[in-house]
Each structure stands twice: as structure tokens, then as C-alpha cells.
């Protein structure tokens, strides 16, 4: 019994370690802005998971084998594909008026573009952040 549950150890892993890491470290712009703690903790536990299979093959280290690769290939295809920013529908030509918007700023306060009109000179910054 004790070995079957060492054999599912890389799945808990793969399960508990990513998001763990992220919500531990929500404050370390370096952890909540990458995904490198979360793919080389998948990362090891897919290494653990193989090193296992190929020292003994047995049901238990299959399953853990497939259940780990599946919690990775899960987690880069929400992190990459299905998380990834949906393309822009509203396109502006150069030199023309920008369509009117209203936001938070970085203060928290609404933010209205055309309360700027009538100025010269106007520079818009947008930083699509991906968290």
C-alpha cells in the first residue's frame, strides 16, 4: 500500500505543487508573472513519474506516468492556449479619432479618453498584463 501511494506521489505533486506556488508566491511578481515555478515543478514531477516507470513497470507506475504527463499537457494548454488574450476586434488607422472608452487607471479612479480631447498631443499606453 505504501509503495502505491509513493508511485501516485508525482501526480500529487503535478496537482498541488503548481497552483500552490502560485497562490504562496501571488506577491513575487517574478512567480505570478511566468509560468517557470509552475513548469519546473511539472517538470520534475514528469522526471519522477518516468524514473519510476522505467525502475519497475507496474499498473501503479503507468498510471502515474499518464495521470502526470495528462496534469501537464492540462496545464500548458490552459496556461498557453486556453488563458491566452483574445485578439483586438476594434482596429484604429493611423491618424484617425480612437474610439471612446472609460477604465480604471492605476489608482483605481475611471478614467474617460475623451476627457483629453481638444489636447495636442495625447500618448495611450496599455500594458496587457496576462495574469
Known amino acids: 500500500m505504501k509503495s502505491r501511494i509513493i508511485c501516485l506521489a508525482p501526480v500529487f505533486l503535478a496537482l ?5 506556488t502560485y497562490f504562496l508566491f501571488l506577491k513575487v511578481p517574478w512567480v505570478r508573472n511566468t509560468s517557470w515555478p509552475n513548469l519546473i515543478i ?8 518516468l524514473i519510476q516507470f522505467r525502475r519497475g513497470y507496474s499498473t501503479w507506475t503507468v498510471t502515474a ?6 496534469v501537464a499537457v492540462g496545464f500548458i494548454y490552459l496556461r498557453f492556449g486556453w488563458a491566452s488574450l483574445p485578439e483586438a476586434h476594434i482596429r484604429v488607422a493611423v491618424g ?32 496587457r498584463g496576462v495574469w
Open 42 to 49: 511539472l517538470l520534475v514531477a514528469v522526471a519522477w513519474a
Open 96 to 127: 484617425s479619432e480612437a474610439p471612446d472608452f472609460s477604465l480604471p487607471d492605476s489608482e483605481g479612479k475611471e478614467f474617460v479618453l475623451s476627457s483629453l480631447r481638444g489636447k495636442e498631443n495625447v500618448i495611450l499606453v496599455f500594458y
Open 16 to 20: 498541488i505543487g503548481g497552483p500552490a
Open 65 to 70: 506516468l499518464v495521470l502526470t504527463l495528462a
